[in-house]
């Protein structure tokens, strides 16, 4: 098959979760034998002008898959199938849009789209709300690299890195406001204060904005954090922590089953997150993973301290998640997508 990939993602210098899993997407189906083009980033017009190009170079896709986090980006898609006939299409809304044009009121555009797929059965309830065709939706599950992310030696790991005998609380991904930075802070002092070989490492390999870095230093932790603004081994600083805290304050931005939840599972990494109904959908409360309401700090602190004060309650926890693993696995993903071109095709 020929392949179309559209997205809004791959921002220079950015380690962004869909940028990453739609470039190992992309590499497996080309393993299989299928030929795949992707136009990354760009506006309608340009968007048109590379597929314009791609079509005098002689490509002909069979399909042409966008992923986006805005319905209203289905608009790309349906530009681009002018150029070519017979063309079937697939629209994967990974996440809920930051941006007001991203609005879910524009969900209706998505019923000219041959499939939709999400990641959650929330997701798919909220576009139905939005009077998107429910018959032409699919789950498909977000991705994540099992041959990449694997259990490892801690011990070995933190004598590495010079932190043997610390405790370390975790975060890696963005810094936007959404996804709870200043929660997170909030929740950790505390516990950073209390007890001077505990740390706190974040991983958002991009510049930390000022405010939050003067958030820090009004808590008085400034000294008890590092901010790791370049590329680092995250499989291994993952598998160093006692605890991956993820507090999200909204799912605006955050892929419905997100990548660093997913990774921490098949590293055995136990996590606090928010209690959102897409995270429930895929770990299960006080049995994969400990939940807090979103931006309840008193709760948030309070279920980090039980992960870091209970050795059964991690092993538990960790077990149960490490299960989940493989239904996320990127070559079941991708397996489950060509089903779905297959079935369009015929």
Same mark, same amino acid.
């Given at each position: 098959?020929?392949?179309?990939?559209?997205?809004?993602?791959?921002?220079p210098?950015?380690?962004?979760?869909?940028?990453?899993?739609?470039?190992?997407?992309?590499?497996?189906?080309?393993?299989?034998?299928?030929t795949?083009?992707?136009?990354?980033?760009?506006?309608?017009?340009?968007?048109?002008?590379?597929?314009?190009?791609l079509?005098?170079?002689?490509?002909?896709?069979?399909? /042409? *898959?966008?992923?986006? #986090?805005?319905?209203?980006?289905v &608009?790309?898609? +349906?530009?681009?199938? =002018? @150029?070519?006939?017979?063309?079937?299409? /697939? *629209?994967?809304l990974? #996440?809920y849009?930051?941006k007001? &044009?991203?609005? +879910?009121?524009?969900? =209706? @555009?998505?019923?000219?789209?041959?499939? /939709?797929?999400?990641?959650?059965?929330?997701?798919?309830?909220? &576009?139905?709300?939005?009077?998107?065709?429910?018959?032409?939706?699919?789950?498909?599950?977000?991705?994540?690299?099992?041959?990449?992310?694997?259990?490892?030696?801690?011990?070995i790991?933190?004598?590495?890195?010079?932190?043997?005998?610390?405790?370390?609380?975790?975060?890696?991904?963005?810094?936007?406001?959404?996804?709870?930075?200043?929660?997170?802070?909030?929740?950790?002092?505390?516990?950073?204060?209390?007890?001077?070989?505990?740390?706190?490492?974040?991983?958002?390999?991009h510049?930390?904005?000022?405010?939050?870095?003067?958030?820090?230093?009004?808590?008085?932790?400034?000294?008890?954090?590092?901010?790791?603004?370049?590329?680092?081994?995250?499989?291994?600083?993952?598998?160093?922590?006692?605890?991956?805290?993820?507090?999200?304050?909204?799912?605006?931005?955050?892929?419905?089953?997100?990548?660093?939840?997913?990774?921490?599972?098949?590293?055995?990494?136990?996590?606090?997150?928010?209690?959102?109904?897409?995270?429930?959908?895929?770990?299960?409360?006080?049995?994969?993973?400990?939940?807090?309401?979103?931006?309840?700090?008193?709760?948030?602190?309070?279920?980090?301290?039980?992960?870091?004060?209970?050795?059964?309650?991690?092993?538990?926890?960790?077990?149960?998640?490490?299960?989940?693993?493989?239904?996320?696995?990127?070559?079941?993903?991708?397996?489950?997508?060509?089903?779905?071109?297959?079935k369009?095709?015929?």
């Amino acid at each position: 098959m020929n392949i179309l990939i559209l997205c809004n993602s791959f921002l220079p210098g950015f380690k962004e979760a869909t940028k990453i899993t739609i470039t190992e997407f992309s590499q497996i189906l080309t393993n299989q034998g299928h030929t795949v083009e992707i136009i990354p980033n760009n506006s309608l017009y340009q968007t048109y002008q590379k597929a314009k190009q791609l079509k005098k170079q002689g490509f002909t896709p069979d399909i /042409i *898959h966008c992923f986006s #986090s805005a319905p209203l980006l289905v &608009l790309k898609t +349906l530009l681009v199938k =002018r @150029l070519f006939s017979n063309v079937k299409t /697939i *629209h994967t809304l990974k #996440s809920y849009s930051k941006k007001i &044009l991203g609005s +879910l009121h524009f969900s =209706r @555009l998505l019923n000219r789209i041959d499939i /939709i797929t999400v990641s959650t059965h929330a997701t798919k309830n909220e &576009l139905i709300t939005h009077h998107t065709d429910q018959n032409k939706i699919h789950i498909i599950r977000s991705p994540i690299n099992l041959d990449r992310f694997i259990p490892m030696n801690k011990d070995i790991l933190t004598k590495k890195y010079k932190l043997a005998n610390k405790t370390i609380l975790f975060y890696y991904g963005s810094l936007h406001k959404n996804k709870g930075p200043y929660q997170l802070l909030d929740a950790c002092a505390p516990l950073l204060k209390e007890n001077p070989d505990t740390i706190l490492i974040t991983c958002p390999r991009h510049t930390v904005p000022q405010e939050l870095l003067n958030h820090a230093t009004t808590l008085g932790i400034q000294d008890r954090i590092q901010w790791l603004t370049h590329d680092v081994n995250i499989v291994e600083y993952l598998n160093m922590a006692d605890i991956l805290i993820l507090p999200y304050i909204s799912m605006e931005g955050t892929e419905g089953n997100p990548s660093c939840l997913l990774e921490a599972a098949a590293c055995k990494v136990p996590v606090v997150t928010s209690d959102f109904p897409e995270l429930q959908e895929i770990m299960t409360p006080n049995v994969d993973i400990l939940m807090a309401p979103p931006s309840n700090i008193e709760k948030l602190t309070e279920q980090i301290q039980r992960i870091l004060g209970d050795k059964r309650l991690v092993k538990k926890l960790t077990e149960n998640a490490y299960k989940k693993k493989d239904e996320y696995k990127n070559t079941v993903i991708t397996q489950e997508f060509v089903q779905l071109y297959a079935k369009l095709l015929n």
